[in-house]
């Protein structure tokens, strides 16, 4: 029986709590009427360690404080929703498989190696994983599908997306999202086909690449625009972020949502019914 039949709260703990994502999920997870905040996690040395998770928040006491150790808190939490870094979500899957806790994760800019721990971890417990969730990306990803059958490689790709200046990976999780997604309706790898920005005697742009670039700067939360450049016409889409909050009630969503699904990595998509 799930929790929800159960009429329990889904017990949720944050990873990166003090983050910009981290404070939203915990305001997420206090909103949601199935989530109940049960954790709060920051790296060691933080100075946030001891706080009140709802006050880092900003959205008053919730009794909750923040701790520096995963382990110590495990056996509170049902979903672990991780927005943090890489080598930290690394270890927090090696934490979550052995417990078979879901995951949610958003953290972007794993290696291949990394990559391979969340393949093998989820072999162990259910893991949601996608470098966007926001309901207004995963339903682009299905637009460019359609796009990219519909031009093939009559249409010239380019992926440009525009982040805050603090944002460390590039290009973005999305961007490679979206570019896989034009590489995989046209029958390409997208390790094959894509360009990296561009700089010096570049030669001209060869058929059924895929060019991506990555804009940094200001307080721009995220922004992607997919253009099909064809023959006497361009077809753009373009998705723009407004609001963190999107993010985190979308990770939310997909907490509720993970919590009843057998081991095995999901994305996004999974969890809207997209891919039914
Ligand atoms: N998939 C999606 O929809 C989205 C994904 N993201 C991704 O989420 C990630 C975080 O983004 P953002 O919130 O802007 O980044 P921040 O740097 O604001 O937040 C990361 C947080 O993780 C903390 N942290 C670092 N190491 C550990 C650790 N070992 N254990 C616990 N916490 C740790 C950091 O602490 P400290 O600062 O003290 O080092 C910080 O509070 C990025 O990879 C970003 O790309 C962002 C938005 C949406
Ligand atoms: O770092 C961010 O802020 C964001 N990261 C995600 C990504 O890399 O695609 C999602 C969103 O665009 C915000």
């Known amino acids: 029986m799930t929790q929800q039949a159960k009429g329990q709260f889904i017990n949720v703990g944050v ?3 003090g983050g910009r994502m981290g404070r939203m999920l915990i305001e997420a997870v206090q909103d949601n009427p199935q989530t109940s905040l049960s954790a709060a996690i920051e790296r060691q040395g933080s100075s946030l360690v001891g706080a009140d998770a709802g006050e880092v928040a900003a959205i008053g006491r919730l009794g909750i404080q923040v701790v520096d150790d995963l382990s110590a808190v495990i056996d509170d939490i049902d979903v672990l929703i991780d927005f943090s870094l890489p080598d930290a979500t690394e270890q927090n ?11 949610v994760i958003g953290t ?6 990394q990559e391979q721990v969340l393949f093998e971890a989820s072999k162990h417990t259910a893991i949601v994983y996608a470098g966007n969730y926001s309901t207004g990306v995963n339903l682009s990803l299905k637009l460019l599908n359609m796009a990219a059958k519909a031009f093939g490689t009559d249409a010239d790709v ?27 309706a ?10 990296y920005g561009r700089e010096g005697q570049t030669g001209a742009r060869e058929t ?20 099909f450049i064809a023959d006497g016409e361009v077809v753009e889409i ?14 939310v969503r997909a907490a509720t949502w993970i919590i009843q699904q057998q081991a095995g990595q999901y994305n996004m998509q999974d969890v809207l019914g997209l891919n039914e």
């Open 15 to 17: 990873i990166g709590a």
């Open 93 to 103: 899957m090696q934490i979550c498989a052995e417990h078979q806790v879901a995951m």
């Open 108 to 113: 972007t800019g794993f290696s291949t190696q």
């Open 158 to 184: 380019e992926v440009i997306e525009a982040h805050h200046k603090h944002k460390i990976d590039a290009p973005s999780g999305t961007a490679y999202m979206m570019a896989e997604a034009v590489a995989e």
């Open 186 to 195: 046209r029958g390409q790898h997208l390790k094959d086909v894509a360009n």
């Open 208 to 227: 059924g690449t895929i060019g991506i670039h990555a804009i940094r700067g200001g307080e721009i939360i995220g922004d992607h625009t997919v253009m």
């Open 238 to 251: 373009t998705h723009r972020a407004r609001a963190r909050m999107t993010f985190a009630a979308g990770a």
